[in-house]
């Protein structure tokens, strides 16, 4: 019995001996996993406050950024600041202090025009041709109407639920008698919107806005073979500018007019003339709001746009229709081989077609208040003309105006 009683006790203290040993080595093994754990993790710092302890996040973490939220950042901030700018500047304006003009710098002007806009646009074109459902159509309208404050009592169709997608909205016309055309004044108003700038053309730069100018001959292109032969036995001057004056003692004249949003986005002719040349840049599509006209230099030489040109009573006439961003879209109703923001055209070039042919030797005879084309959106008209030196502008910069009212006069 004695011996049986030894042997349970040696056997139980043999086991309590392993499970020691099997307890040691776990709380070893376990603080050095703790150890390693611990070694792994990136150092963090600790803030002592009055109230609670405070641990920040690793440094590691904290400072890893990924490219795109960068951009996004830097980007939204960009384009924030110059929001407060053009805030500032219409705050100023309103009290009648001049503001200073500021361009763009190359790099900046580098940036705008990376964006993709024309694809931007092209897309915008699709979605507004989307058709809406009818139940969506007036809630979508009526946001559009009350930010860009639409008068849809000179609609044609009043009803919102008429007009299937965007784009038949954008396009609506207007009651007969809303546009009234001035017959007593030689140039009209093509189009509703604010007058930008206008006067003479001198030594062949035209200002986009007060202070910021762009050059004729980069606007309107080299003149076409038809053209030299014209003005070449009228003209002994060699600068593109005299070489569009046709007649002794006679003048050149622009006017810039800007369409917001909310403006009607067709064009009429502004006076009695006759198209003979149409000439299409394909370019940018950079906003052309006056804001951004005030900011980059030739403005409207970057941007895509369609030249008319002709001659009207007193000599050269042309009206440009010059497009921006969501506006790729430009309308001329007789020229149905125009396709502008085609991907098929490259940046850089232009593409030129004209109307007299053997069969017409007049061109395109346009009236004066004559449906003449369209916008998808806001955008910029700019008429550069030939007059008598005692032609007169009616008009006052930043002014709002119609289509159908007068320009200018004799």
């Given at each position: 019995?004695?011996?049986?009683?030894?042997?349970?006790?040696g056997?139980?203290?043999?086991?309590?001996?392993?499970?020691t040993?099997?307890n040691?080595?776990?709380?070893?093994?376990?603080?050095?996993?703790?150890?390693?754990?611990?070694?792994?993790?990136?150092?963090?710092?600790?803030?002592?406050?009055?109230?609670?302890?405070?641990?920040?996040?690793?440094v590691?973490?904290?400072?890893?950024?990924?490219?795109?939220?960068?951009?996004?950042?830097?980007?939204?901030?960009?384009?924030?600041?110059?929001?407060?700018?053009k805030?500032?500047?219409?705050?100023?304006?309103?009290?009648?202090?001049?503001?200073?003009?500021?361009?763009?710098?190359?790099w900046?002007?580098?940036?705008?025009?990376?964006?993709p806009?024309?694809?931007?646009?092209?897309?915008?074109?699709?979605?507004?041709?989307?058709?809406?459902?009818?139940?969506?159509?007036?809630?979508?309208?009526?946001?559009?109407?009350?930010?860009?404050?639409?008068?849809?009592?000179?609609?044609?169709?009043e009803?919102?639920?008429?007009?299937?997608?965007l784009?038949?909205?954008?396009?609506?016309?207007?009651?007969?008698?809303?546009?009234?055309?001035?017959?007593?004044?030689?140039?009209?108003?093509?189009s509703?919107?604010?007058?930008?700038?206008?006067?003479?053309?001198k030594?062949?730069?035209?200002?986009?806005?007060k202070?910021?100018?762009?050059?004729?001959?980069?606007?309107?292109?080299?003149?076409?073979?038809?053209?030299d032969?014209?003005?070449?036995?009228?003209?002994?001057?060699?600068?593109?500018?005299?070489?569009?004056?046709t007649?002794?003692?006679?003048?050149?004249?622009?006017?810039?007019?800007?369409?917001?949003?909310?403006?009607?986005?067709?064009?009429?002719?502004?006076?009695?003339?006759?198209?003979?040349?149409?000439?299409?840049f394909?370019?940018s599509?950079?906003?052309v709001?006056?804001?951004?006209?005030?900011?980059?230099?030739?403005?409207?030489?970057?941007?895509?746009?369609?030249?008319?040109?002709?001659?009207?009573?007193?000599?050269?006439?042309?009206?440009?229709?010059?497009?921006?961003?969501?506006?790729?879209?430009?309308?001329?109703?007789?020229?149905?081989?125009?396709h502008?923001?085609?991907?098929?055209?490259?940046?850089?070039?232009?593409?030129?077609?004209?109307?007299?042919?053997?069969?017409?030797?007049?061109?395109?005879?346009?009236?004066k208040?004559?449906?003449?084309?369209?916008?998808?959106?806001?955008?910029?008209?700019?008429?550069?003309?030939?007059?008598?030196?005692?032609?007169?502008?009616?008009?006052?910069?930043?002014?709002?105006?119609?289509?159908?009212?007068?320009?200018?006069?004799l």
């Amino acid at each position: 019995m004695a011996v049986s009683m030894e042997r349970m006790c040696g056997a139980a203290l043999r086991r309590s001996s392993v499970l020691t040993d099997c307890n040691f080595f776990w709380h070893k093994n376990l603080s050095l996993r703790k150890t390693l754990v611990i070694w792994k993790q990136p150092p963090s710092r600790t803030f002592f406050t009055d109230r609670r302890k405070l641990h920040t996040a690793p440094v590691v973490r904290t400072f890893r950024l990924r490219p795109l939220h960068f951009l996004v950042a830097t980007g939204g901030g960009y384009a924030g600041y110059r929001q407060y700018e053009k805030y500032r500047v219409e705050q100023l304006e309103k009290m009648g202090i001049e503001v200073p003009i500021k361009l763009a710098s190359e790099w900046e002007v580098s940036l705008y025009k990376s964006v993709p806009t024309r694809l931007l646009s092209r897309a915008w074109g699709r979605l507004n041709q989307v058709e809406l459902p009818t139940w969506l159509r007036k809630p979508v309208y009526s946001l559009y109407i009350w930010t860009f404050g639409v008068n849809m009592k000179e609609a044609a169709v009043e009803d919102l639920h008429h007009y299937r997608n965007l784009s038949e909205f954008f396009r609506r016309k207007l009651k007969p008698q809303s546009r009234p055309v001035c017959c007593y004044h030689s140039v009209i108003s093509p189009s509703d919107g604010k007058i930008l700038n206008f006067g003479q053309v001198k030594n062949c730069e035209v200002e986009q806005v007060k202070g910021v100018t762009y050059s004729l001959e980069s606007f309107l292109g080299p003149l076409t073979s038809t053209e030299d032969l014209q003005f070449s036995q009228t003209s002994s001057c060699n600068s593109f500018q005299n070489q569009l004056v046709t007649k002794e003692g006679n003048e050149l004249y622009h006017c810039v007019i800007y369409l917001a949003p909310g403006d009607y986005h067709c064009f009429h002719s502004p006076t009695d003339w006759r198209v003979s040349h149409r000439r299409h840049f394909p370019g940018s599509l950079m906003s052309v709001n006056p804001g951004v006209a005030r900011w980059i230099k030739e403005l409207f030489c970057h941007n895509e746009r369609v030249v008319l040109t002709g001659d009207w009573k007193h000599g050269f006439f042309s009206l440009t229709a010059v497009g921006a961003t969501n506006v790729g879209s430009i309308r001329i109703y007789f020229d149905r081989d125009l396709h502008t923001n085609s991907p098929c055209y490259s940046k850089g070039s232009y593409n030129d077609f004209s109307f007299i042919t053997n069969n017409n030797k007049e061109g395109i005879p346009m009236r004066k208040g004559e449906h003449l084309g369209e916008f998808n959106l806001g955008s910029t008209i700019v008429l550069i003309f030939e007059a008598p030196k005692d032609f007169n502008f009616h008009l006052k910069p930043g002014q709002k105006i119609r289509f159908g009212e007068a320009l200018g006069s004799l």
